[in-house]
């Protein structure tokens, strides 16, 4: 039971010039399920945060409160009761080693009788379907169980408003309908609220009750039902291509080889026994849905991650080459952007790349008209920290693209980057390879401005990977 | 028995053999605490691996004792030789038989230490797989711009302070989204008694090891 009433609120990190949220004024009614959408970035999860508390809320920036009451004033120790997040990173969200641990480390804390605590988690399990996981480590559990994990802690807590802060990231499908499905269910059988932050729209449509958008100008507002249609729709488009690739053919030259190569996540598979070529030259995609495997891949390509079988690398075992070679041959590009920076101002890394380049296509005339076309010019002594996450991205590929190494993994470029950055990257990047010769490996939920850089399509789902003419 | 308890004594022991310098009190205590593991039910394999892993150092500091010591070289030498196996069997007898999981509840239950620390110092050791593989990208994400960072290089250090402050706020925010309240009352589902017979162990062990040391000394 709680209508939450967001009054006048205004949230600005102490480090930023501008407000992430700019008197932001809405009331989210009780029993119902409300869809929070908005390009990444853009104040999604400080939001989730403030109404938490786990951001607080400076007294005069506005109010947030549950049933009238404002949350500054509910007793610390009742919050859990009243409100709970889930986070978008299933591995920091669990402070004991195994699910049974943190279940009874939670109800210790909302101060459950001992002889209660026992019979509570078996009914959370169980409505979340996960009784099997109830003694296993946390650490060996893919990231669909344990986002499942995260959402038995919260009905054990039975907290009445659920929020969730972009849940599904590296949940797979099967996972995900299935954690809908209980979403559901606690709304119309439990009488929670939910607030679900996503920027991945597909399945809400006849799901939610409410969905509310973060504006450019930082503020919310509720779409009408009447628009949800175009808003679902225009989504759909982002992650479709019409275009057919052709499936290569035998006598190009193979790049990587996977000799009978298996991926495992704990106890869960990811990809089953395959032989497969990748190829030099050439560009390809892979695409598949969430959890699916891609970024083990990658990580397995980069000798990050155990595998079984063998992965050749222009015919020699990878395991084989020295670490430090490999490195200069095959870089990958981290999802996160911040993994790849190593010095504080982007001057310094800009010069880092340059120094221990593998060709020298990138002249500082080069290098700066990159800066100019990518909008990064004028930022050079800014420390790499504090730029926005869409100028963390334009800067970490440029980085990336000046090394040259002859092979570039790319996990998830154009994630969080609006359109404009999207087709500055791809002509950048298009440009460069027809002079340097890289051969661009990419994973991309993504497609809008990126297909033409494209020549093969490989597909990871279902345990399985292989060449495809066409998306899904 | 009470976990802290076990460690204090653990303590008082490790400290006392290495200022004495005899050689019944040691293997005594090697033989009790291989006993206790056995009651334990530790796998006689675990116990071989025991015996082995050391057998290298302590041979080593028996034959540098041997060779170039002073005074009773012999004597020393063995002295040396049994102490190493006394330090890692009486360790063992906490490390195999209790976990972190338990020592954190006595800490928080018998000795009242804040639960913020107890449950705080049980996150980070949750954490340590996920810092090494962290360790293992940050390097990788330099190789990849040419750069080796050595174990000694401050980028190394910069970079991995960087993300356990960003894991520490993370952490913190998890344990506050699942009920946790510095300093508030909790209710606790596991129990960790700490009861006379705890005590009583306890000191008739400290006054055994003082007859070992003192009355029957064999050298």
């Known amino acids: 039971m709680a209508n939450i009433a967001l009054k006048n609120l205004t949230y600005t990190y102490p480090e930023a010039q501008a407000p992430t949220l700019n008197h932001v004024q809405l009331t989210f009614k009780a029993h119902q399920f409300t869809l929070l959408t908005g390009p990444s970035g853009t104040g999604k999860s400080t939001l989730l945060k403030l109404m938490t508390g786990l951001l607080n809320l400076p007294s005069d920036q506005g109010t947030i409160s549950y049933d009238g009451q404002p949350l500054s004033q509910i007793d610390p120790t009742m919050r859990a009761g009243q409100v709970a997040l889930m986070f978008q990173n299933p591995n920091q969200q669990f402070a004991m080693d195994t699910v049974e641990n943190e279940l009874i480390f939670a109800l210790e804390n909302r101060r459950v009788q001992p002889d209660k605590i026992a019979e509570k988690i078996t009914t959370a399990l169980a409505f979340v379907e996960i009784s099997n996981l109830r003694s296993r480590e946390l650490n060996q559990l893919s990231g669909g169980e344990k986002q499942k994990v995260a959402l038995a802690v919260i009905v054990a807590m039975d907290s009445d408003v659920i929020l969730l802060d972009e849940p599904f990231a590296s949940v797979d499908p099967a996972a995900r309908t299935s954690l809908l499905k209980r979403l559901v269910q606690l709304r119309d059988d439990a009488g929670k609220t939910i607030i679900l932050a996503d920027h991945d729209l597909t399945d809400y449509a006849t799901i939610v009750d409410q969905v509310v958008r973060i504006t450019a100008d930082r503020q919310l507002t509720t779409m009408p039902t009447a628009d949800w249609p175009n808003l679902f729709a225009a989504f759909a488009k982002t992650n479709h291509s019409d275009q057919l690739w052709p499936l290569p053919t035998e006598p190009q030259t193979p790049l990587f080889r996977f000799n009978q190569l298996g991926l495992k996540q704990g106890q869960h598979e990811l990809l089953r026994t395959t032989d497969l070529m990748l190829l030099q030259h050439h560009n390809t995609l892979i695409t598949g849905p969430n959890g699916s495997g891609k970024s083990t891949l990658f990580e397995s390509l980069v000798r990050l991650t155990t595998y079984d079988g063998q992965i050749t690398y222009l015919n020699n075992d990878i395991k084989t080459l020295r670490r430090k070679r490999y490195a200069r041959q095959v870089a990958l590009l981290f999802q996160d952007a911040e993994t790849q920076f190593l010095n504080i101002t982007v001057a310094e890394e800009l010069a880092q790349s340059k120094k221990y380049a593998y060709g020298n296509y990138f002249t500082s005339t080069r290098i700066a008209l990159a800066m100019t076309q990518l909008n990064l010019t004028g930022h050079e002594d800014q420390v790499i920290y504090t730029l926005s996450e869409g100028q963390k991205k334009k800067l970490q590929i440029l980085l990336m693209l000046i090394m040259q190494s002859p092979v570039l993994l790319m996990d998830e470029p154009l994630k969080g980057l609006d359109l404009k950055s999207v087709r500055a990257l791809v002509s950048l990047l298009k440009s460069t390879i027809a002079v340097t010769k890289q051969t661009l490996i990419i994973i991309s939920h993504q497609l809008t401005g990126l297909t033409p850089l494209i020549d093969y399509h490989l597909r990871f789902d279902h345990q399985q990977l292989t060449y495809r003419e066409a998306i899904e | ?219």
């Open chain 2, 1 to 219: 028995m009470n976990p802290s308890i076990k460690l204090l004594l653990l303590f008082i022991i490790a400290l006392e053999i290495s200022f004495t310098t005899i050689i019944s009190l040691n293997v005594a205590l090697i033989v009790l605490a291989i006993a206790y593991l056995l009651i334990h039910h530790t796998k006689l394999r675990t116990i071989g691996w025991l015996l082995i892993v050391p057998l290298l150092p302590a041979i080593g500091l028996w034959s540098t004792q041997y060779i170039n010591g002073s005074g009773n070289k012999t004597l020393m030498a063995w002295v040396l030789f049994s102490r190493i196996y006394t330090f890692v069997f009486t360790g063992a007898t906490f490390t195999l038989t209790t976990n972190i999981l338990q020592l954190a509840d006595s800490l928080e239950q018998n000795w009242h230490l804040p639960a913020k620390f107890a449950y705080g110092v049980l996150a980070a050791y949750n954490l340590v797989p996920k810092i090494q593989h962290e360790v293992k990208i940050i390097r990788a994400a330099g190789l990849m711009r040419g750069q080796q960072l050595s174990f000694w290089s401050p980028k190394l250090y910069f970079k991995a302070v960087l993300v356990s402050i960003n894991w520490s706020q993370n952490l913190a925010q998890a344990m506050v989204s699942h009920g946790f309240v510095e300093d508030a009352p909790r209710t606790h589902f596991r129990h960790c008694p700490l009861v006379w017979q705890d005590w009583a162990i306890f000191t008739v062990s400290i006054i055994l090891m003082q007859v070992g040391a003192f009355l029957l000394p064999w050298h």
